[in-house]
């Protein structure tokens, strides 16, 4: 849950991050790092997590070990649809936070 503008800017980079994979816009190191370290807050890492095992369903034919950088007329739909899901979830949380911030700031 987001209750600070540093926990703010956190999730918009998660967002961000899985809309760049989405997109194959994403840095080199970007999709390893962020589903390699673990976020404390839990929404966050359950969405760490459901990438983790989204990224079988994208590729099928890898399993497990996939490199983000494969041509995307391999990634089936499904998969696509999986991670434009989670970053709706996230972007989601973070229009909840945008529109209580500013429904506050007039108190």
């Known amino acids: 849950m ?3 503008f540093d926990d ?3 999730y918009e980079s998660v ?4 809309t760049n994979f ?5 840095s080199t190191y970007e999709w390893d790092d962020f589903t390699g370290d673990r976020f404390e807050d839990p929404f966050l890492e359950s969405i760490r997590l459901q990438c ?4 079988v369903i ?7 070990s996939i490199r ?3 041509p995307i007329s391999s990634r089936t739909d499904q998969g696509n649809e999986i991670f434009k899901g989670l970053a709706a979830k996230v972007k989601e ?15």
């Open 8 to 10: 703010l800017k956190l």
């Open 68 to 70: 983000h950088k494969i």
């Open 15 to 18: 967002y961000q991050t899985i």
């Open 22 to 26: 989405v997109n194959m816009t994403d």
């Open 52 to 55: 983790l095992d989204a990224e």
């Open 58 to 64: 994208l590729y099928p034919q890898l399993g497990k």
């Open 93 to 107: 949380e973070i229009d909840k936070f945008n529109n209580g911030s500013l429904s506050n700031e007039g108190k």
């Open 2 to 4: 987001i209750s600070t």
